[in-house]
């Protein structure tokens, strides 16, 4: 294949995932009334308006004129768009776009970014090299996607967004994978479109460990609840258990519990039995160490995830991009992408298993780990700092694995999520681990 033919099958790919990620968009944002879309549904989050311009405003500031080296379209927006300079409980006082001006301005920017990817050589400079700088703007519009649509969930009123049920499982909760001590390699050097902090690849050792084979469950949270999992203090860290009677957390958000004792979630504004066998979604980090307290194991760190993700034990090396392999997620192989709205159940997906054998690492629910957000050793800043630099050392834990709200070019064996160890309204679960002697 020549480098030509290399360059124009790069450029297809990466048209197709900004296609993708704006039909995305469009989808959120479309599905409620103007006066939704400026409303701002909860303060964890901005108004829908207000993302949807900041995606046009990022890829204006990245493909239009860093990359593109062309004359800014709207230079005005620059500060109103400012994540850093603007709060999300501040944005709605704003005099930001209204939802036509926003989706005129996205789209005169999509069309001068399309015209930059025809026309830019995708090799040498580290920014264009493979397409990064395409691709990190289809991975910040998936991201804002993601948030977008845990607003959709924090919205009051009727069902706005609709999907198939995902598919049912099986599998028994608990099972465990014991992974052989030993060193492995952490991280990336070679996959051109990982963000900063997914590099540089490292060795890692690690001793004897065993992590479970799927996600916790509703069925099994249920009976950490039962057993009053909720009122033990000796369960919980000091920090969780000062947040745990702060904030009045009885259950995940979103759960209710009837008279006669059973639970419903309320998710998209539909209301559903609790299901048993799927994966538990909408808890901290507090509530996530709580429970592996209860259960008498641990969280995972970081690199006990990605080592069950990765390695693979017959071969001796760490793996590819998935935990199947190179080759991109099938709706087989994990639930993402916002094909459905909820989790699916434990089992769904045997053929996304990782070497080891761990299951839906990929997909249901972002995992929460036990490690805080740091920089792997000789980690060099690109191409800014506000993506990952400014974060390291702060109050956050890391998640891994993406949820059913994650977009496939958003997620990797590698790439690192963090957030703060309150948050809920985030699609996040977890898996335990434990030590072995």
């Known amino acids: 294949m020549t480098t ?6 790069e450029r297809r790919r990466l048209a197709e995932v900004l296609r993708r990620a704006r039909s995305r968009t469009a989808g959120l944002t479309d599905a409620v009334s103007d ?3 400026r409303a701002q549904h909860s303060e964890l989050m901005s108004p829908l308006v207000w993302d949807l311009a900041h995606i046009g ?3 204006e500031l990245w493909l239009i004129r860093e990359v593109g080296r062309r004359a800014p379209i709207r230079a005005d927006l620059d500060d109103l768009y400012d994540a850093f300079r603007h709060s999300r409980s501040s944005r709605p006082g704003l005099p930001i776009l209204d939802p036509t001006q926003a989706r005129e301005y996205t789209a005169a920017v999509r069309q001068h970014a399309l015209e930059v990817l025809d026309s830019t050589p995708l090799t040498g400079d580290r920014l264009v090299d493979r397409g990064f700088a395409f691709a990190m703007i289809a991975q910040h519009e998936q991201q804002h996607d993601e948030t977008m649509l845990a607003t959709h969930q924090l919205r009051a009123g009727s069902a706005a967004l609709t999907a198939p049920k995902p598919p049912v499982g099986n599998a ?3 099972d465990e994978i014991v992974v052989p001590a030993g060193e492995f390699t952490m991280g990336t050097d070679t996959d051109p479109w990982a963000l900063d902090n997914e590099s540089p690849a490292h060795r890692v050792y690690l001793p004897t460990y065993a992590i479970d084979r799927f996600p916790v469950t509703n069925g099994q949270y249920v009976e950490f609840i039962a057993d009053g999992g909720y009122q033990r203090q000796e369960l919980w860290s000091a920090r969780g258990w000062e947040h745990r009677v702060t904030a009045d957390l009885t259950a995940p958000q979103f759960w209710e519990r009837d008279s006669d004792g059973s639970w419903w979630r309320r998710a998209f504004g539909v209301r559903n039995p609790v299901r048993p066998s799927q994966p538990v979604v909408h808890v901290s980090f507090h509530e996530a160490e709580a429970f592996a307290r209860w259960a008498g194991k641990r969280l995972p760190i970081e690199a006990e995830w990605e080592k069950a993700a990765r390695f693979d034990p017959t071969t001796g090396r760490s793996g590819g991009r998935y ?3 190179e080759d991109d997620p099938t709706s087989a192989q994990a639930n993402l992408g916002q094909r459905h709205l909820e989790p699916a159940d434990i089992g769904a997906y045997p053929d996304g298993a990782s070497a ?3 299951e839906q690492m990929f997909g249901d629910v972002w995992e929460w780990t036990a490690s805080d957000f740091t920089a792997y050793p000789e980690f060099a800043m690109f191409p800014y700092p506000e993506y990952s630099e400014v974060f390291f050392g702060g109050d956050y834990k890391m998640l891994r694995g993406g949820s059913f709200g994650t977009d496939p070019v958003a997620v990797r064996s590698t790439f690192r999520n ?5 948050r809920r309204q985030i699609f ?4 335990l681990a434990r030590d072995v002697a």
């Open 4 to 9: 030509t033919d290399t360059g124009s099958i």
């Open 35 to 37: 006066s939704e879309l």
């Open 57 to 59: 405003n990022q890829e």
């Open 172 to 174: 028994v909760p608990g």
């Open 323 to 325: 935990p199947w392999g």
């Open 356 to 358: 080891l054998g761990v």
């Open 418 to 422: 963090w957030d703060h160890p309150i």
């Open 428 to 431: 996040s679960g977890f898996r």
